[in-house]
């Protein structure tokens, strides 16, 4: 079991696809099942993946290709079995330190001028997360040496490497390199120092340089004090093109909201005073109790029963127009009905007019206007804040090799 196991492993690496694309025991798979939710599984024959939708049998995801949509055995669901990557691997891995995000190790990577064929330091390891995606970059000559001084953490980023098909890629030391340096020297083509005080690495790193060839540094603080303290540093060795960057992430909201002409604003308010004018009025007799508030009662009853309407009470030459203009504005109000307290007398006088006012208002034809559409962006209310400042420059060579002419020239004689 142990040797399908490591054969599979063997076919599996972070820095690479596989050929066949097809999950076998023993590989890692990323299991998506939303943008917030996902999670890395290793295959075996006979265990299971437990989630909200199910249980899903690892011995159904043998054979199956990377990217497949499972569904689960109860139909309530379904999730991606999703081939692991340094960016993948970035939103899964087990959180031993603060980490770089896609972000910044994008920015970082194409400011060093990362290629294959190169070697690099960073310090320090943490989590792995940039680690992974500079194997990825640096692969299949290139080579990562990188450091990390607590124990622990290096024992972890050192299994999890082997795990990942990427040992044979990296060199992990335990060492505290703003006492100790990196014991390097003319090895080099970009250092990344991700520490809490990265000025007291930058001589040992400037001797870590191909001194034949222009490199790269970069360094990532959090705090404005530490870019001070190092860009002295950088100063002081000879470091040139020092440039300070701040990344941030903003995301924007998309929406569709309708889009109104003057001209369809006008029908549209046209269209509203025609349904405030339907509005059909509730008419109540003189004596009548209408139970609007408990307020409105009481005040009522201490008029000695005389029940008078606060909100409209017209005389008999006012009735039509009052049922044609209603009081209130709000269409709500409107659709609900408004309340007249009229006389006795002028009952079915009115309960008439209205009616016949209702027929002829209903028998218009009702214009629905629809606008068009149009899609904006919003910002969120939150933004996501500050994480770290990243500063970089230039190591210029110390040796200067002779050029093409002067090779020549040199050759003939």
């Given at each position: 079991m142990s040797e399908t196991s490591n054969t599979s492993l063997e076919k599996q690496s972070f820095a690479r696809y596989k050929s066949n694309n097809t999950i076998e025991d023993g590989d890692l798979v990323v299991v998506y099942l939303s943008r917030e939710n996902l999670s890395i599984i290793r295959?075996?024959?006979?265990?299971?993946?437990?989630?909200?939708?199910?249980?899903?049998?690892?011995?159904?995801?043998?054979?199956?290709?990377?990217?497949?949509?499972?569904?689960?055995?109860?139909?309530?669901?379904?999730?991606?079995?999703?081939?692991?990557?340094?960016?993948?691997?970035?939103?899964?891995?087990?959180?031993?330190?603060?980490?770089?995000?896609?972000?910044?190790?994008?920015?970082?990577?194409?400011?060093?001028?990362?290629?294959?064929?190169?070697?690099?330091?960073?310090?320090?390891?943490?989590?792995?997360?940039?680690?992974?995606?500079?194997?990825?970059?640096?692969?299949?000559?290139?080579?990562?040496?990188?450091?990390?001084?607590?124990?622990?953490?290096?024992?972890?980023?050192?299994?999890?490497?082997?795990?990942?098909?990427?040992?044979?890629?990296?060199?992990?030391?335990?060492?505290?390199?703003?006492?100790?340096?990196?014991?390097?020297?003319?090895?080099?083509?970009?250092?990344?120092?991700?520490?809490?005080?990265?000025?007291?690495?930058?001589?040992?790193?400037?001797?870590?340089?191909?001194?034949?060839?222009?490199?790269?540094?970069?360094?990532?603080?959090?705090?404005?004090?530490?870019i001070s303290r190092t860009v002295t540093a950088l100063n002081e060795q000879g470091f040139v093109d020092i440039q300070m960057y701040e990344c941030l992430i903003r995301f924007n909201e998309i929406r569709v909201i309708p889009m109104w002409t003057i001209e369809e604003a006008m029908e549209r308010q046209r269209a509203v005073e025609k349904k405030r004018k339907r509005a059909t009025p509730r008419v109540l007799r003189e004596g009548q109790d209408d139970t609007t508030t408990s307020g409105q009662k009481g005040e009522e009853e201490n008029e000695g029963g005389n029940h008078k309407s606060k909100s409209a009470k017209v005389e008999d030459s006012d009735v039509s127009s009052a049922v044609a203009t209603p009081t209130s504005t709000s269409e709500s109000e409107m659709e609900e009905g408004a309340s007249i307290v009229l006389p006795s007398s002028s009952t079915s006088a009115s309960t008439s007019t209205a009616a016949s006012e209702l027929q002829r208002e209903e028998a218009e034809p009702r214009e629905r206007i629809e606008p068009k559409n149009i899609t904006v962006t919003k910002l969120p209310v939150e933004q996501r804040g500050h994480t770290s400042y990243l500063m970089f420059a230039t190591f210029t060579p110390s040796v200067q090799l002779p050029n093409l002419t002067e090779k020549n020239a040199a050759e003939k004689k």
């Open positions: 295959v075996k024959e006979g265990e299971y993946f437990n989630c909200k939708f199910g249980s899903y049998k690892h011995t159904d995801m043998i054979g199956l290709q990377y990217g497949t949509k499972l569904g689960s055995n109860t139909g309530r669901g379904f999730l991606y079995l999703l081939y692991p990557t340094p960016e993948l691997w970035t939103l899964v891995l087990p959180h031993r330190t603060q980490i770089l995000y896609i972000a910044d190790i994008s920015f970082v990577m194409n400011f060093l001028n990362l290629k294959p064929g190169m070697s690099m330091i960073e310090s320090g390891t943490g989590s792995g997360s940039f680690s992974h995606s500079i194997v990825r970059t640096l692969a299949p000559t290139g080579h990562l040496y990188t450091f990390e001084y607590h124990q622990e953490r290096v024992n972890a980023a050192k299994k999890e490497f082997e795990d990942h098909g990427l040992s044979d890629m990296v060199t992990l030391q335990c060492r505290d390199v703003c006492k100790d340096g990196f014991d390097m020297e003319n090895k080099v083509d970009a250092v990344f120092l991700d520490l809490p005080a990265p000025w007291e690495a930058v001589a040992s790193a400037k001797k870590a340089f191909k001194q034949d060839k222009i490199g790269k540094i970069c360094t990532f603080s959090p705090c404005i004090e530490q």
